[in-house]
């Protein structure tokens, strides 16, 4: 008989913002974090599970509890749903530890045993036991389990014989990897890293194939007039970001028509020799008439309320519908992989209609310029921060 295993990584913690290792560090799930584990609750209401369990550690258990009372069930914890142990690498940045480690990096997180980071055989050995155990409890039956990202992807490892896994795999938070056990032919993968949930209940976008979209904030400006250009640094940012854009091979670009969008926009068109095409409905987001002294207060209730419209100003539900209507008719032509050049506000409403967890803390975050990687589907959205500062220097 086959037992349905729903693996699941925990929801954002503020470590996961800082992009921190946690292991077995104890953290507990971010603002963001639980909005994520409320609508990962409703996406299981009526599956009929049998049994919800968690590794231990606080972050997990707050992500399987709405799920568990969707269920009328209680959460059972497991020790060895835990996160790979990552010794004396525990709660430093990423970023620091590539630094100092440039040499080791890449060989301990796909494999550990040194530095006192757990081996990804050891991981992987104690979560398929477990796995396979509370499978064999539930024959014919369907289960939750939460656990966290490197533990999950050791065992997509195994069960793939190295086509998926640490290094190979991306297991954002909340997203649903649906695993298939037989009690004869053993493990099967069905689905990886879902997070449908995610998206707006009322997403839907006018694409009958997959459809990759590069947000892209403009470069910096010399300051926020529509006829305002990039600075000396911000030229120069413009050429390093189009050799990057240009590595992903778009075939169209998109731009809002501001002097600071289409200053961005032109090194990626000049290298690969498209037109840059503009569409109003791309430009910045007005907030108000006149900006007061609290305008960050102002700024942060409107992506509390995206309905809020300030004297003279325009709401930021407004800017979604004229930057999604902008976009439909972009994707219309038929393009597959294009390039969409805007501003810190119609950027972040836009990322905000494909998944409604963007707001006022992702628009704090951004930089300039920045990118984000939209991957479309009729159903889905798909986002991912591909840019980093870092890429800027040399």
């Known amino acids: 008989m086959e037992t349905h295993v729903y693996l699941i990584r925990h929801g954002e913690t503020k470590w996961n913002q800082e992009k921190r290792l ?19 609750g409703k996406r299981f ?34 020790n060895d749903l835990r996160e790979r142990k ?9 970023s620091e530890i590539k630094e100092n480690y440039p040499d080791a990096w890449e060989r301990v997180w796909q494999h550990g045993d040194e530095f006192g980071v757990e081996g990804t055989a050891s991981t992987q050995q104690r979560m398929l036991h477990r796995l396979e155990a509370l499978a064999k409890k539930h024959p014919g039956e369907a289960i939750a389990v939460v656990s966290h990202g490197g533990g999950i992807n050791t065992v997509l490892h195994a069960i793939s014989e190295g086509a998926h896994g640490p290094g190979l795999t991306k297991i954002d938070n909340t997203s649903v990897t649906h695993l298939i ?3 004869y032919t053993g493990w099967k993968i069905h689905r990886i890293g879902c997070t449908h949930h995610l998206v707006h209940e009322d997403f839907k976008f006018p694409v009958t194939k997959e459809v990759t979209l590069f947000l892209v904030r403009h470069c910096q400006a010399t300051d926020q007039a529509a006829e305002a250009t990039l600075t000396a640094q911000g030229r120069e940012q413009a050429k390093k970001l189009g050799a990057f854009l240009a590595s992903f091979n778009p075939k169209a670009i998109l731009a809002s028509p501001w ?21 109003e409905r791309l430009t910045e987001r007005v907030l108000a008439a006149e900006l007061r002294g609290d305008w960050l207060d102002r700024l942060r209730e409107s992506y509390e309320d995206f309905n809020c419209r300030l004297p003279g100003g325009e709401s930021n539900q407004e800017a979604m519908n004229r930057g999604v209507a902008a976009l439909t008719d972009f ?10 050049v805007g501003h810190g506000g119609i950027t972040t409403v836009l990322l905000s209609y494909f998944n409604r967890l963007y707001g ?10 920045d990118v984000f990687k939209v991957t479309l589907t009729p159903k889905q959205a798909k986002i991912e921060r591909i840019w980093d500062d870092s890429m800027l220097s040399g």
């Open 22 to 40: 946690q292991g077995h560090l104890n953290m507990p799930l971010s603002s963001v974090g639980k909005e994520q584990a409320q609508r990962l």
């Open 181 to 183: 056990y037989d009690t």
């Open 331 to 340: 994707l219309e032509q038929g393009w597959d992989r294009a390039v969409i």
């Open 360 to 369: 006022y803390t992702e628009w704090q975050q951004m930089s300039n310029p």
């Open 259 to 279: 002097r600071r969008t289409m200053d961005t926009a032109t090194p990626l068109a000049q290298r690969l020799g498209l037109p840059i095409q503009t569409d």
């Open 86 to 94: 990552m010794g004396e690498w525990e709660g430093k940045l990423i």
């Open 45 to 78: 209401l009526g599956k009929r599970l049998q049994g919800v369990y968690a590794s231990d550690l606080d972050r997990a258990i707050e992500t399987a509890v709405p799920i568990a009372e969707g269920s009328s069930l209680f959460v059972q914890t497991f």
